[in-house]
């Protein structure tokens, strides 16, 4: 178990809803990373974000955006969704310092589902 | 954007039986790293190879990461059911974001 928690664990949402999902980073990181994982593929990187700053940032459009919060703990909202936004969204938290980033710690995810 | 692909996507074999999957990228990398990842759970890390040409061994799991940095693989030698899952790489993309591969899904029978 990696200390990295994620609610909720499952959601339903319809065509042109809002979603915001929530992520608990690992005691002592201060990096939190959003990926999207569809049915059968791979981690596509979302964004991250480095004390409470969006740092870098994949192919994925606006009404993708996020937050980080003081604690590190962080938010992932989703605008206008699609049918296609329905995957798997992993948060993972790790530790950026001067040598560069330490190990990701995945949570178990946010199964979202668009009807 | 650097895409990684894994092969094969799927495989199936028996207990016993040893197994390599392959991760190509026609870009360079400054580091790969290897998951798995069972169902209803995030991908835990394997292992990080840094260096062209680096070998680590885990146990039955050997990583190997090519002299060009562009490509690794990993060999499972006696496969166990206990290895089954989906076996994802990673590859380092400039500033701290990793770009996963298409995934192989393996499945060892007992």
Do not use: M
Not at chain 2, 19 to 46: A, D, H, I, M
Not at chain 2, 71 to 80: F, G
Not at chain 2, 102 to 109: A, D, H, I, N, S
């Amino acid at each position: 178990e990696t200390g990295v928690t994620q609610s909720p664990t499952h959601l339903i949402k319809t065509r042109g809803q809002q979603v915001t999902l929530r992520c608990s980073s690992q005691s002592g990181h201060n990096t939190v990373s959003w990926y999207q994982q569809a049915l059968g593929q791979g981690p596509q990187f979302i964004f991250q974000y480095y004390r409470e700053e969006e740092n870098g940032r994949g192919n994925f459009p606006p009404r993708f955006s996020g937050l980080q919060f003081p604690n590190y703990s962080s938010e992932l909202n989703v605008n206008a969704l699609e049918l296609d936004d329905s995957a798997l969204y992993l948060c993972a938290s790790s530790t950026r310092t001067s040598g560069g980033t330490d190990t990701q710690y995945f949570g178990p995810g946010t199964r979202l589902t668009v009807l | 954007t650097q895409l990684l692909e894994q092969s094969p996507q799927f495989l199936s074999i028996q207990e016993g039986e040893n197994l390599t999957v392959y991760c190509n990228s026609s870009s360079v990398f400054s580091s790969l790293q290897w998951y798995r990842q069972e169902p209803g759970e995030g991908p835990v890390l394997l292992v990080t190879v840094v260096t062209g040409g680096e070998v680590k061994k885990l146990k039955r799991l050997t990583f190997q990461f090519g002299d060009a940095r562009k490509d690794s693989s990993l060999h499972i030698t006696a496969a166990q059911p206990g290895d089954t899952g989906l076996y994802l790489c990673a590859g380092e993309e400039g500033t701290y974001k990793y770009i996963f591969g298409t995934g192989t899904r393996l499945k060892v029978l007992a």
